[in-house]
């Protein structure tokens, strides 16, 4: 759309790509290497949620939850869940609140693992990439014994969870916490101290607070512009205010405040905040419970809407939905925190080269389920 | 009613009381589990009333000026700041404390004074809801706002027509509300005046039809490809 | 001189000149081009297996005898080179067909012919010419109009973007490298390859061999200017901008497949074994043994120079595998704003030390 000048060129990154995280398509206009515009195009993987949602039961949903961002599946399920029964008014036994913050904060490393791990692939460093997915499989080596999946889990339902955890899992918790806390110094000494890695992303792509909070970004991009502000913290669900963990926020270590490296480094330092909760929450995990004593007969909520939003591991994850009474929602609508992330790309990455509209893109930490549904 | 059934009725509304929903939801027949939950709310509302009014009578005896004997909630607050700035624009019957509703004419300029308001500071817009309220109702957009520095947050609620739904467009108020109207405008057909680039976001440019509403018929083919239809609940 | 050898060695060399010239060249060219394949698919090799173990894999791997090969999967790279040969091989449409066939020559022949002064052995090169390091420098920058023609001729923006890149970095980087060479000939007094491998025989301070990269502290600095600035040319880590794989796909290459495929991916490994065999003859002693004195036939002589040479390739993977890729801007202020001036530098000072010490 509009008029391309006579010595710009529009270039097309995507859908088929390497590094677009999902089936994205860039239009980029460029004037020889620096870039003047981008439309992001998205859509290819929409795939009618909200839609399905209307048609199905409340328990139903939920399967669908997992596959909008599949990489953080339990923290989607978690956000609907808190939303349903903050709206049915049901409270559920200590044990699944426990397990509930074990599961959400072990995939937020997870998650985190991949999006580290695949900035430094965009990046061309081909190494850290795997160490991190080496890590990753441990924790959903977790998952699976636990609920038999690895990715997609339909773990958390309205009311309680679906499996017990199993026997020894919190000594096998507890292994995998005492091997990787030494990793997360190693990837430091690897790649976020790296001094061509800080080159490529120090000072690049810098996001204003003002800007992130107009634009609706939330979750480690908005921290690593400075703000300090975390679902968990400043409208706390679940039994989040039981733990003590801090937030971390960018600072402008080796360049400026907001700026990719910030990004990185707000993630690098949560993944660390979240052992910490794991640790605490294995401490205090009563020993005993019946996971489904709160499950509800039927799913009925009264009449009303409500929203809802929890901390997923690439922001604000909100849910609104409308109940009318009946079995079925009739309006779920998932306010995903990638869709708002996307939109700033456009902002931040103008006057840049293409390959810092790479590195920018990679810091967003998107993922293409999340933002199509 | 059965001494059987009063008696069930009972227990299972002292144990809701209690906050156990289970004995009232477990209840097989149908009957008797909605009587159950209609003596259910009757109950909450008489615990409710004797609870609210030595409160009220507080209130009432502080402060002259304070007419109402419930604490406002702040849906209820911003709608009287609101409803003074802008008169005629907030609907009174429907707004609740839950959310406000406003007429779709000036909600430009309220956008614009909630977001620089000092009382105010809505600089955050969370999430922009298109809902169909029915087959024979009209459609509706929801909007969620938010402030970072007074961490308070409120919900707007403004109706449109169905057949020429036109809402004023706050793209340039809050930036996100560019790709969340794009996506109502994608999913519901309602048209955002004002908004520079309104085209589909999820769906192909040349989709037919609006596919949340709750009287939406999928085209049969696109492009020469068949398209799977939606089943309707689950059998 | 081999040529020169060989053509003494034919009966018929008096009569036709031509004939003998031609069976010489011949005779000398093809085990050459057999030994680029025959190394290609031993570095493609070791490279897989060398990333792997640096980043926690395996690598390739087999089971037992017969066509997996044993347990280290040495049958890998004949593998893909097989895949590569029997590809279907596919010309775009709308690409220019006449440049789009003959840019993988170019650019292999920009690195083959860099062979012929390569000193393997004290009798071993093909053209002892009184030039050998400056035909070298010279001959090396073919490659980049075969890169050009390959991204122009592809008719793709990316291929383009893939082929400017590369141009302006490997003509950018030629400039550091040429400088340090030339102190190496400021120290040495002679061109050639054999000349240069000579001087460097006998003890420095006594118990080191008597290679330039000892010979003064700012041959340190020339070595690593050198090197770095070759390992640009080849388009490596962390100079593979060109060829960055998150962003252009495969840059200028990435309308090409199969064999003329292989040939750029054949040209890149033989341009790195270049660069590594005039780094080890400038600075690190060519065909001479680390022990002056033992060791120094023929046949050693051999020995030595390849297993440098293959350290120093070593050296340029393990580069790749542990560092991110720079930015192109980055990339030619280092060239520009860094090495340039300090091999101007070195130049200098390497000249002071001599004439105040003689």
Redesign the interface.
């Known amino acids: ?1 509009g008029v391309v000048q006579g010595d710009q060129m529009v270039l097309n990154i995507g859908p088929q790509h390497p590094s677009t995280h999902g089936v994205l398509r860039l239009k980029v206009v460029t004037d020889g290497e620096i870039v003047s515009d981008i439309t992001p195009i ?2 290819y993987l ?1 795939r ?1 949620f ?3 949602c ?4 409340y328990e ?1 949903v939920i399967p669908y939850t997992d596959r909008c961002d599949y990489i953080a599946s339990m923290n989607n399920n978690f956000g609907y869940v808190v939303a349903m029964e903050e709206l ?4 559920v036994p200590e044990r699944v609140e426990y397990i509930r913050v074990i599961m959400a904060e072990l995939n937020r490393i997870a998650s985190h693992l991949l999006a580290l791990g695949t900035y430094g692939l965009d990046v061309g460093a081909f190494t850290p990439f795997l160490y991190m997915f080496r890590d990753r499989e441990r924790i959903l080596d977790i998952f699976e014994l636990t609920c038999g999946a690895r990715l997609l889990y339909n773990y958390m339902w309205i009311g309680g969870v679906s499996h017990d955890l199993p026997v020894g899992f919190v000594e096998t918790v507890y292994n995998f916490l005492d091997y990787f806390e030494p990793k997360v110094q190693e990837y430091n000494d690897i790649l976020t101290y790296n001094k061509i890695f800080v080159e490529r992303t120090a000072d690049v792509g810098v996001l204003l607070p ?2 992130a ?4 970004v939330s979750g480690p991009n908005l921290r690593g512009s400075g ?1 300090k ?1 975390d679902i968990r913290k ?1 409208e706390p669900y679940s039994i989040y205010e039981r733990f003590d963990f801090d937030v971390p926020v960018g600072q402008g270590l080796v360049g400026t405040t907001g700026d990719c490296w910030d990004r990185f480094y707000v993630r690098v330092l949560e993944i660390i905040e979240s052992t910490k909760v794991l640790r605490q929450a294995l401490k205090d995990i009563p020993a005993t419970g019946d996971v489904h004593q ?1 499950l ?3 799913i ?1 909520p009264p009449k ?2 409500i ?1 809802r ?1 929890t901390e997923s591991p690439r922001g ?1 994850l ?1 849910y ?1 939905i ?1 109940s009318d009474g009946s079995p ?1 929602p009739y ?1 779920v ?1 998932m ?1 995903s925190p990638a ?2 992330a996307l ?2 790309l456009n ?1 931040i990455s103008r006057g840049w080269m293409l390959s810092d509209v790479i590195a920018v893109l990679g810091s967003l930490d998107i993922v293409l389920g999340e933002i ?2 | 009613m059965t001494d059987n059934q009063e008696m069930l009725i009972q227990e299972a509304v002292e144990k809701a009381l209690q ?1 156990d ?2 004995a009232v ?2 209840i097989e027949d149908r009957v008797t589990r909605s009587k159950a939950k209609a003596a259910l709310v009757k109950a909450k509302r008489e615990a409710a009333k004797t609870s609210a009014e030595p409160s009220s009578e507080e209130k009432s005896e502080e402060s002259a000026a304070e007419s109402k004997p419930v604490p406002l909630s702040l849906n209820q607050k911003i709608a009287g700041i609101i409803a003074s700035q802008f008169p005629g624009t907030v609907d009174e019957e429907s707004s609740s404390e ?1 959310h406000i509703q406003l007429q779709p004419a000036k909600w430009f300029d309220i956008a614009q004074y909630l977001r620089d308001d000092p009382a105010c500071l809505f ?5 922009v ?1 298109g ?2 309220l029915g087959e024979e109702s009209e459609l509706e957009v ?1 909007y ?1 706002l938010h402030s ?1 520095t007074h ?1 308070h947050a409120i ?1 707007i609620r403004i109706e449109c027509a169905r057949n020429n739904p036109k809402v004023p467009s706050v793209e340039t108020v ?3 509300g ?2 969340f109207e794009r996506e109502t405008y994608d ?1 519901f057909g309602i048209e955002f005046e004002g908004h520079r ?1 309104l085209r ?5 440019d040349d989709w037919e039809g609006w ?2 509403r709750k009287d939406y018929e999928v085209q049969e083919t696109y492009h020469g490809i068949v398209v799977p239809k ?5 059998e | 001189m081999t040529v020169d050898q060989l053509i003494d060695w034919f009966p018929i060399s008096t009569t036709w000149p031509g004939l003998t010239f031609l069976l010489a060249v011949l005779i000398c060219a093809v085990p050459v081009f057999l030994f680029i394949a025959v190394y290609a698919l031993v570095v493609i090799y070791g490279e897989l297996k060398i990333s792997s173990f640096m980043q926690d894999k395996v690598g390739p791997m087999g089971q037992g005898v017969g066509l997996h090969a044993w347990r280290w999967g040495l049958l890998q790279p004949v593998a893909d080179a097989l895949k590569l040969i029997l590809k279907e091989d596919i010309i775009p449409a709308s690409a220019d067909k006449k440049l789009f066939i003959l840019a993988p020559f170019i650019v292999f022949i920009g690195a083959f012919i860099a062979f012929s002064a390569l000193p393997f052995s004290q009798t071993l090169i093909i053209a002892d010419m009184n030039i050998g390091v400056f035909y070298i420098l010279a001959v090396s920058s073919l490659g980049v109009i075969g890169l050009i023609m390959a991204g122009w001729s592809s008719n793709n923006k990316w291929s383009l973007y893939g082929a400017m890149r590369s141009a302006a970095q490997i003509i950018s980087y030629e400039i550091p490298a040429a400088l340090s060479i030339i102190v190496v000939i400021m120290l040495t007094s002679t061109m050639s390859m054999q000349g240069i491998i000579q001087y460097q025989s006998g003890f420095i301070w006594g118990f080191l061999p008597n290679w330039l990269i000892f010979n003064n502290p700012f041959m340190f600095v020339a070595f690593f200017i050198f090197f770095i600035s070759g390992v640009a040319e080849c388009n490596r880590t962390p100079f593979d901008i060109p060829e960055a794989e998150s962003e252009l796909v495969a840059g200028a290459f990435t309308e090409y497949s199969g064999m003329r495929y292989a040939f750029f991916f054949l040209s890149e490994y033989a341009n790195m074994f270049v660069v590594a065999g005039v780094a080890v003859t400038a600075f690190l002693g060519g065909w001479q043994s680390p022990i002056p004195g033992i060791f120094n036939s023929p046949a050693w002589g051999l020995w030595w120079f390849m297993s440098k040479t293959m350290f120093l390739i070593f050296v340029m993977i393990w580069f790749r595998w542990t560092f991110p890729r720079l930015r192109v801007d980055q990339l030619m202020s280092i060239c520009w704003k860094g090495f340039t001036p300090i091999a101007l530098m070195n130049i200098f000072c390497v000249g002071i030390w001599y004439l105040i010490l003689g």
């Open positions: 759309m998205i859509g929409h009618c909200e839609k399905h209307e048609n199905s039961t139903q049915m008014e049901i409270k003002e800007v909070i107009s634009f609706g703000v502000w400043d709160a509800p007969k039927k009925r009303g809407s929203y939003r604000d909100g609104y409308i079925q309006r609508k306010r869709f708002t939109s700033v902002e199509d549904r | 906050g929903m289970e939801n477990n839950t600089d955050s817009l969370q999430c809801t809902v169909d929801r969620n970072m961490r919900e809050w930036h996100i560019d790709w999913m680039d589909r976001i999820l769906l192909p596919p949340l939606v089943k309707e609940g689950w």
